[in-house]
Nanobody, 122 residues
């Protein structure tokens, strides 16, 4: 299977910045898409940003112009640079990856990280 390990969350003041990282490991054959989701207390999980293998990106309207998603294909790692953070960005952020892995042939995976807390507060 494929495992995702996130890092980079924490407490930051409004207007500050954080960079999240997510590294995928395992018998990966290909990763078609990687993305970041978030879930605030009492709310459903929502897509924040995603990047596909060709490099195209997609952002939630609420983060456009403030967040940037990028990917290092050689390291199977995705990053989320978050600038101009607002209190409403407070949530647990989850990494997601979709692709194929080797297991007696090729199989499809859709893996999630354990989540990292981002808190924006003064």
């Amino acid at each position: 299977q494929v495992q995702l390990v996130e890092s980079g969350g924490g407490l930051v003041q409004p207007g500050g910045a954080l960079r999240l990282s997510c590294a995928a490991s395992g018998s990966i054959f290909s990763i078609n898409a990687m993305g970041w989701y978030r879930q605030a207390p009492g709310k459903e999980r929502e897509l924040v940003a995603a990047i596909i293998s060709g490099g195209s990106t997609n952002y939630a309207d609420s983060v456009k112009g403030r967040f940037t998603i990028s990917r290092d294909n050689a390291k199977n790692t995705v990053y989320l640079q978050m600038n101009s953070l607002k209190p409403e960005d407070t949530a647990v952020y989850y990494c997601n990856a979709k692709g194929t892995y080797r297991s007696g042939g090729l199989k499809v995976f859709n893996s999630w990280g354990q989540g990292t807390q981002v808190t924006v507060s003064s």
